[in-house]
């Protein structure tokens, strides 16, 4: 556990595993490499005490009554007491910056977290480590490591080569100092565990293209439900995709694939877009083609109730008055067939009874009239 590591309250501590935590502020006076100039100065104190005495600096053996020198006063006591006070308060307080905390362990055991600022830990009994908590760490998941800790294999069973970040903080420094032996190594295969199983549940299309958000955001969630599981004390602050390419090895043969389908699919939209101009061209001639025939139809059938019709009328006046009728209906023949020809019309009766006057008739005229007309409707 890395409470072991911060080795309790009697010494510094090895911080060696993620070179993250920080055991003694500047200044504190604590550490492995301060212990020995403590000593120093209480064995310097303890030597001027015994010459105050009148001992001979250095011996145990001599006796201050012997020489015959001075003893200790008052007043040259109080300052060694007061000194020994100032050293043993310098080195209980300590300093906490804005982006860190500090853990206090009472005789190696767990006591309190130590607040920005300046916090006191009575030395022997307390020791402390202090951990930067907002500062944002990363761990690179394929790259520059194994070989294989990129490649994944998706549901479909095609091979992915994946590489992504994932970004943490500390979020409860007591958590993340006990419950944690290795953090780096623990999130590390945390991570690269998560992101298999995503991908695991993920076909190989959808991840080189439009899911790679999904798939680094459920990542993200899974990281950071498993971390709350070990009670960690890690908090994931994001997840990032670097990189979702088939393996190095067919990367050219993947990339022809792609292009050969986008080829396939740009024809399939080709002629789909010409068999539906064509078929709405002939569904609009099929339409007018129909609408003519309606008219047609309505037409002959219109005509035909209007011919009948007229029948009926002309039977009904026919029946009033036959001979009127009749010469009605030769009239109006005759007006059909020679109202738009060329005639000449001979009054028999106009001869008087003799038939020696042979009647004048403008063939010449009537020829001419005749060739323009055809001219024309040629």
Known sequence: MAGNNGGGPWGGGDNSDDGQKTNEPVGSGLGGQKI????????????????????????????GGQNGSGGLSK??????????????????????????QSVELFLGEFSSIGNPGLNFAPWPFVSKEVIPVTREQTEDIGLGGRGDSGLMLTTD??????????????????????NLAEPRSTIRAVSESAMREVIARSELAPI?????????DTAKLLIQETMNEYDSGVNIVRL??????????????????????????????QADAYAYTVLAGARGEASQLLEQAEGYRAMVVNGAEGEA??????????????????????????????????????????????SNIVPYLPLNELMNKSNNKSGESN
């Open 36 to 63: 020995p100039e403590i000593e120093d100065i209480v064995k310097k104190g303890q030597e001027q005490l015994r010459v105050l005495m009148g001992g001979k600096g250095g011996k145990t053996g001599g006796s």
């Open 75 to 100: 007043g040259s006591f109080g300052l060694v007491v007061l000194g020994a006070a100032a050293l043993w308060l310098f080195t209980s307080l300590y300093s906490v910056k804005p982006e860190e």
């Open 157 to 178: 069973e095609n091979i992915v080569d994946i590489d992504f970040q994932v970004v943490w903080n500390i979020n409860d420094p007591a958590k993340f100092l006990f």
């Open 208 to 216: 080189l293209n439009r899911d790679r958000q999904i798939i680094a």
């Open 240 to 269: 990032n995709l670097d990189k979702a390419d088939p393996p190095l090895e067919v990367i050219d043969s993947f990339r022809e694939v792609q292009a050969a389908e986008q080829e396939r699919d740009k024809l399939e939209r």
């Open 309 to 354: 019709s007229r029948f009926s009328a002309v039977l009904a006046e026919y029946t009033k008055a036959p001979e009127v009728t009749r010469k009605r209906l030769y009239i109006e023949a005759m007006e059909g067939i020679y109202g738009s020809m060329n005639k000449i019309i001979v009054d028999d009766a106009g001869g008087g009874g003799t």
